[in-house]
Every structure is written in structure tokens, then in C-alpha cells.
């Protein structure tokens, strides 16, 4: 089946890192991704990673993946204020034919002073 | 990357109603999808605009309710038909620029905001 799941809320202190997790069911899935949702605004894709890697690091964001248990996470490094959003990850299996993307329920990251 | 725009931004429509939400990208696209974002929950996809012919339709979703109509390679419009309160909803646009390579980019449209009412 098709699921994802992740953690709905996250509040972190401005400077310190943020975790994002989610599980996934779909083990034929290639990419996986990470799109950020603020508020009133459209999605945009912040990060992906194939599924033959571990881990992907872009600049503050770090995406570790493990294939085995279908966990994946979203590292941010020194959280901002300007990084309160929903974010969100997304599968995309070979039923779908790689274009279809299946959604988490997204986690609300707030940063506070 | 490609842009898109979604018209309207956002409506209060009355039940019983139908509302069409129109989805043009700036360049041509081979894919391009409706999405439905209910209140505090997740993206669900609706169907595939495929062009020139039916769009192809997500479980759950069915033509007579959400007929759909892609008449180019950069312009889709989705219809909510009959609106009832539970069709409020955020309605999104995503288009692919390449068919059939697993990498590329999903792009979002803004998005259109129904209340009904």
C-alpha cells in the first residue's frame, strides 16, 4: 500500500537544528523528497534524495534515508525564523509511474526566539 | 523551472454550485496533475490531465464531480461540480516537464482556495 506518515508539530528554538521524520511504505519508490509549504503559498520542493543513498547534505539541510526501515529525515541546521513552515515528504512509487506523488500529512516546524 | 499560475486565487462559492480553477504554466509541459489540500491535511491527488483526451482519475475521485480538461501542453482547467461544505478545500496544480524521468521536479501551483459555503 501507499502511506506516509510523519510528525505533525515541531517547535525548536531559533539557532538550534531541526529533525523531521517520516516513514514510508512503498519500497519500489526511487525518490523521495522534502517540499516546504509556507503559509498561503504553494509547495516548493526543497530537497530530494535517490534511494540508493543514504544521506544528502545542501547547505543547512541534511536528508538521511534509511531503505531498510523506510525512515527518512530532514535535518536543519541553525533553524531560523524564516524556516516556520509545513513541511512535507513525499513518495513517489513505480505504480505511479515516478510521477505520481503520494504526501505525509506534513509537520508544522515553528521556531521561536 | 517552470511557473504556474492558478486563477481564481481563492473563492466563497454556494453549495450546489460549480466552480471551474484554471491552471497555465509558462512553458510546455508533458504532465500535469490536480491536487486537493483539505483543511490541516495532506495533498491527495485527483487525476492526471492528460492532453487530448480524459483525464485519468485517482480513486475516489470520479469525472462527473471534477471533470477535467487539458485542450494544450500549458493550460488544464478542473472543475469542482455540485459543491457541498466538504469540497472546501485548497486545490493545486503540479505540472512535470519530463514524462517518464523519476527525478524531475514536481512544480506546485499557488494554489486556489475554496470555501463553500
Known amino acids: 500500500g501507499e502511506d506516509v506518515e510523519q510528525s505533525l508539530f515541531l517547535s525548536v528554538r531559533e539557532g538550534d537544528s531541526s529533525v523531521i521524520n517520516c516513514t514510508y511504505t512503498?519500497?519500489?519508490?526511487?525518490?523521495l523528497y522534502w517540499y516546504k509549504q509556507e503559509p498561503g503559498a504553494g509547495l516548493q520542493l526543497l530537497t530530494y534524495i535517490f534511494s540508493n543513498m543514504d544521506m544528502k547534505q545542501d547547505q543547512r539541510l541534511t536528508v538521511l534515508l534509511n531503505k531498510k526501515d523506510k525512515h527518512l529525515s530532514l535535518r536543519i541546521a541553525d533553524t531560523q525564523t524564516g524556516d516556520s513552515a509545513i513541511y512535507f515528504c513525499a513518495e513517489s512509487p513505480l505504480s505511479g509511474g515516478y510521477n505520481k506523488l503520494i504526501f505525509g500529512a506534513g509537520t508544522r516546524l515553528a521556531v521561536h526566539p | 523551472s517552470a511557473v504556474i499560475s492558478q486563477k481564481p486565487s481563492r473563492d466563497i462559492c454556494q453549495r450546489g454550485t460549480s466552480l471551474t480553477i484554471q491552471c497555465q504554466v509558462d512553458?510546455?509541459?508533458?504532465?500535469m496533475f490536480w491536487y486537493r489540500q483539505q483543511p490541516g491535511q495532506s495533498l491527495t491527488l485527483i487525476a492526471t490531465a492528460n492532453q487530448g483526451s480524459e483525464a485519468t482519475y485517482e480513486s475516489g475521485f470520479v469525472i462527473d464531480k471534477f471533470p477535467i480538461s487539458r485542450p494544450n501542453l500549458t493550460f488544464s482547467t478542473l472543475t469542482v461540480s455540485n459543491m457541498s461544505p466538504e469540497d472546501s478545500s485548497i486545490y493545486l496544480c503540479?505540472?512535470?516537464?519530463?514524462?517518464?524521468?523519476?527525478?524531475?521536479?514536481?512544480?506546485f501551483g499557488p494554489g486556489t482556495r475554496l470555501t463553500v459555503t
Open positions: 503540479s505540472v512535470v516537464s519530463r514524462q517518464g524521468v523519476p527525478r524531475d521536479e514536481q512544480y
Open positions: 512503498d519500497s519500489s519508490s526511487t525518490y
Open positions: 512553458s510546455q509541459v508533458t504532465m
